[in-house]
């Protein structure tokens, strides 16, 4: 079982609506991801947060916007998303860069049909 | 710049065959390598991992070997199942946040 909890596992939303994507992890890692994988292709790294900062945004557009509650809760918040947004949205934490071998601890991710 | 370079896919194998996955790297120093795992419907899953060379990492019968002089971390099984049919990625470290990943081999395991 995985010890990254992502909801909901499935989203189909308009164009016009706004939802957000939530994660949750409780192995004390202070580093939290969201990736956006692509059919028959690797994940695309989108933010980071290092200790409930952000510390890397990927240059993604405005329509997605991250936010770290804790260091427990990762949401990434949709708006206005257009249907090539669609795809497998995940969310991976690990340790604090310092203490970390690279190891990334993925959820199920939320898989997001934009109509 | 860094990169990952993994066999094009898909893999089609009979069960109990021998699986060889081929991934080579480029980087300077000497980055932890890993293969993960995404089997349908979610998420990827770390499979092994080495941190230095020459290091093995094993797990569920797979094994994969550090190679610095051949810049080489190919992933090995000897006996494949149907429950291995999954894609597999290489992926090295990049001493930051964030993680190269090779493009996937989609290995397909039939009984």
């Known amino acids: 079982d995985t010890e990254v909890t992502q909801t909901p596992k499935h989203l189909v939303m308009g164009m016009t609506n706004k939802k957000s994507l939530k994660c949750e992890q409780h192995?004390?890692?202070?580093?939290m991801y969201w990736y956006k994988q692509k059919a028959k292709k690797p994940p695309e790294l989108m933010f980071v947060?290092?200790?409930?900062?952000?510390?890397i945004n990927e240059s993604v557009p405005s329509r997605f916007s991250p936010e770290c509650p804790n260091s427990s809760l990762l949401n990434l918040h949709l708006h206005a998303l257009q249907p090539e947004d669609s795809a497998l949205y995940l969310c991976a934490s690990s340790q604090e860069r310092s203490a970390n071998t690279g190891e990334l601890f993925f959820g199920e991710g939320s898989r997001l049909t934009v109509l | 710049g860094d990169s990952v370079t993994q066999m094009e896919g898909p893999v089609t194998l009979s069960e109990e065959a021998f699986l060889t996955i081929n991934c080579t790297y480029t980087?300077?120093?000497?980055?932890?390598l890993f293969w993960y795992v995404q089997y349908p419907g979610e998420g990827l899953q770390l499979l092994l991992k080495?941190?230095?060379?020459?290091d093995k990492g094993s797990n569920k019968g797979f094994e994969a070997t550090y190679r610095k002089e051949t810049t080489s971390f190919h992933l090995e099984k000897g006996s494949v199942q149907v429950s291995d049919s999954a894609v597999y990625f290489c992926a090295r470290d990049t001493g930051g946040f964030k993680t190269i990943f090779g493009a996937g081999t989609r290995l397909f395991v039939k009984a």
């Open positions: 192995m004390g890692h202070r580093a």
């Open positions: 080495a941190t230095k060379a020459d």
């Open positions: 947060y290092s200790y409930e900062k952000l510390s």
């Open positions: 980087a300077t120093g000497y980055p932890s």
